[in-house]
């Protein structure tokens, strides 16, 4: 199976060999019988250690995130950030030195500096998208980690992942990308020489707002055993529900990205020609910094657009306020349209920080209804 859109439908999921099922089971259960002590029917004992739906989804993001990589596996999680935590858990230890983006995630850089902070584990934020400021900014023999997102939560802005790991790998560091903004419908990190990619598979894979979950694709079959001992130890492992869920979502990731992706497009050439716009990130705008790179290493530029408001913070809160069509919540990569203003929602986290984001930014996770409804619904919320 070479097209991603037959990976996304086939991979992990033959039909069931008992009753011919062409959708993989929801095995609900905790135990499963042993044939004598320690004779595993299929390697199940204990579904924290694993369950045949959760098999069935890893099996398929390994297939989406590194086709033909041999030894690449996936590792299912209740959230991305029990994912990031487990990796945090399994491959740092007290005195090491990791990397973060100038403009991570919140709730990424909450776990780095609150939880592994107190724990030992130093953090710098850097702005990865320039690989001499990257490399200035390694400590050979203690950084273990450099991580990544590309595009990044909420800015946009693009790194090189080819470039970064290069820089990482001189340095002894792994190569870290969480490619949830992406889905590896359009980038694939593992293939341009990252390590490990994170997801928050709430997001695009699952698409559809209505399951929690997080993975890990990891390249090295020996880190990925790490991670996989400390999944079973730590046990931040999806429900097979929501195993499920999300393997119904995946199935159709790729068309639902085609159409974020050309909404976005329409959206983001609006709020350029807006006067009530100061500045507009998305990938895809040839101005955009990232854009060449984006180009290259990017099968379209996503679904996600974020942009200033010339008014300043207030004006902000009041067109998050106003929108129909788009919903004011905290999230994103799902059907529907959604709205937020970081600096006091999903980015709160970060205020007074060095990673504090703009007051005046509002972030849009474009959704695939109707874009003239989208753009329509964006206009009234500018014009007041």
Request: hydrophobic share 45%; with cysteine; glycine share 12%.
């Amino acid at each position: 199976m070479t097209g991603f859109e037959t990976r996304a439908i086939h991979a992990g999921q033959e039909p069931d060999p008992l009753t011919g099922a062409v959708v993989p089971p929801i095995y609900q259960v905790s135990t499963f019988k042993q044939d004598g002590v320690g004779g595993l029917r299929g390697g199940y004992e204990y579904a924290r250690s694993g369950n045949p739906t959760r098999t069935a989804l890893e099996e398929c993001l390994v297939a989406l995130e590194a086709p033909g990589v041999e030894g690449a596996r996936c590792l299912a999680f209740a959230s991305g950030l029990a994912a990031e935590d487990t990796l945090i858990r399994a491959l740092c230890r007290p005195g090491d030195h990791v990397v973060l983006p100038h403009d991570a995630y919140g709730g990424t850089y909450r776990l780095f500096t609150k939880v592994a902070g107190p724990w030992g584990v130093e953090v710098t934020p850097v702005n990865v998208t320039d690989p001499d400021l990257l490399s200035a900014a390694l400590v050979p023999g203690r950084t273990r980690l450099v991580w990544m997102e590309t595009p990044s939560n909420p800015l946009l802005s693009i790194a090189d992942i080819a470039a970064a790991a290069e820089v990482a790998h001189a340095a002894g560091a792994l190569l870290v990308v969480d490619n949830t903004f992406a889905s590896p419908y359009l980038q694939q990190p593992i293939g341009l020489g990252a390590d490990i990619v994170v997801h928050s598979t709430t997001k695009y894979i699952g698409g559809h707002s209505d399951v929690i979950g997080g993975a890990l694709i990891v390249s090295d079959l020996q880190v990925a055993e790490t991670l996989a001992f400390h999944q079973n130890a730590q046990g931040a492992v999806p429900g097979p529900f929501d195993a499920w869920l999300t393997l119904r979502g995946v199935k159709t990731l790729g068309v639902r990205m085609d159409r974020h992706c050309a909404n976005a497009r329409a959206v983001a050439g609006f709020l350029v020609d807006h006067p009530a716009v100061a500045q507009v990130m998305w990938p895809g705008l040839p101005d955009h910094p990232g854009h060449d790179v984006a180009t290259r290493q990017m099968r379209d530029f996503g679904g996600m657009v974020s942009f200033r408001v010339a008014a300043g913070e207030e004006a902000a809160l009041d067109v998050c306020s106003r929108t129909t069509v788009f919903t004011l919540g905290e999230s994103l990569g799902g059907v529907e349209s959604l709205i937020e203003h970081p600096g006091r929602m999903t980015h709160a986290s970060v205020a007074g920080s060095p990673l504090e984001v703009p007051a005046d930014l509002v972030r849009l996770s474009v959704g695939i209804e109707s874009v003239d409804d989208l753009l329509s619904d964006l206009d009234r919320a500018l014009g007041g």
